[in-house]
């Protein structure tokens, strides 16, 4: 109720399962819900945006790695041309967000010929990744299915044209993805934490805004560019702000611009090997964000309070309660207990942190 009210947050949602899903175990769900065996078990990745990802609409780049945990699915073909999606607990609904994604990618596979029209498909998927914490979880369920569908028809792994499916389909492990909407491009960059001895820690508060934020900075972007063209493009900042008579949009405009420059110092420092400089400029990008009227109360307490156990940077990802910190792998356990004591301190539910490093890309595992 005090969610509701906007007082407090009542925590993190849904199940973080702290084991995979085994793939034998869910390719013999299949089996028992379908009557016969999978043609295969693959997996995705979630993504965790490090920088960009709250200036696509402008069509500025963004930096993403893949995370640990993802999305697994057992597919095979149906005898009708259906899309029949379920998890271990049962039927997925069509209007569900992961049925759309796996109808999404099985009718991307019916263009592109690598499955026929009166095919169908029969998926069941299961993940060790939340739902609601800005983790790519519908996207991965997506990918899985569409590399699924891409080797069942002999043909290559799909690109992806969004962010989160390009970082799935292409991110290796110790790296980072750079994705540019405006060209559909990725640039695969080094990020080795473990070689560093360093670890993201991934910091969930379950914080949700009253509303969704994302189509009215859009709009503001939007309504900016009309008057000065493409902010990517913008090389003198004070004569485009000067430009803009509302000041609202001025603020947009200085975080948009200034965040593309600040990604590209970080994507300059990965590309020199010096993984372990970038903390600074994760930080000054939270701060920044407070231009954007982000991130929420509980993602800045997350952030200010890891700075202060000794993280190296900080920084909101996503749009909703999710914060990351780079830190020094004998710091995590020290950080996630201050997270602990700050958020009951406040009368607020704890956060649920876990660490990770750049992992793998989606692929088949049986």
């Not at 009718?107 to 739902?131: H, I, K, M, Q």
């Not at 820690?201 to 560019?225: K, Q």
């Amino acid at each position: 109720m005090r969610a509701v009210l906007g007082v407090r947050s009542a925590g993190p949602l849904g199940e973080w399962s702290i084991e995979a899903p085994d793939p034998d175990t869910l390719a013999k769900e299949y089996l028992r819900r379908f009557g016969e065996a999978p043609a295969g078990v693959w997996r995705a990745p979630g993504r965790l945006a490090l920088m960009g990802e709250h200036t696509a609409v402008t069509a500025g780049p963004a930096l993403y790695v893949a995370l640990p945990w993802g999305v697994t699915a057992a597919v095979g073909e149906a005898p009708d041309a259906g899309v029949h999606v379920a998890t271990p607990s049962g039927a997925v609904r069509p209007r569900e967000a992961a049925a759309r994604a796996v109808a999404a990618a099985v009718a991307d596979a019916r263009r592109n010929g690598s499955l026929a029209a009166d095919t169908g498909v029969r998926v069941v998927l299961d993940a060790d990744l939340p739902e609601h914490a800005s983790l790519g979880r519908t996207a991965a369920a997506g990918s899985a299915a569409a590399l699924a569908l891409a080797d069942m028809g002999g043909d290559p792994p799909p690109e992806g044209i969004e962010a989160a499916g390009r970082v799935a389909m292409v991110a290796r492990p110790g790296c980072a993805v750079r994705f540019n909407p405006r060209g559909h491009t990725s640039t695969v960059l080094p990020f080795d934490l473990a070689a560093e001895g360093l670890r993201l820690l991934v910091i969930d508060t379950g914080a949700l805004p009253r509303r969704d934020p994302r189509p009215a900075r859009e709009s503001e972007l939007a309504r900016a560019e009309e008057v000065l063209g493409p902010l990517r493009a913008v090389r003198d900042l004070p004569a485009a702000l000067r430009e803009l008579r509302d000041p609202v949009l001025r603020t947009r405009v200085e975080y948009a611009v200034t965040e593309t420059h600040r990604l590209n110092a970080v994507v300059g420092l990965l590309r020199a090997g010096r993984s372990a400089e970038v903390g600074p400029v994760l930080t000054a990008s939270h701060l920044s964000l407070r231009r954007f009227d982000l991130p929420t109360p509980e993602v800045d307490l997350a952030a200010e309070t890891a700075s202060r156990a000794g993280a190296r940077g900080v920084r909101m990802s996503g749009w909703r309660g999710t914060a990351l910190a780079l830190a020094a792998e004998d710091r995590v356990e020290r950080i996630t207990g201050a997270l602990a004591r700050a958020f009951t301190d406040q009368g607020r539910v704890a956060p649920r942190v876990r660490a990770a490093v750049p992992s793998a890309g989606a692929h088949r595992l049986r």
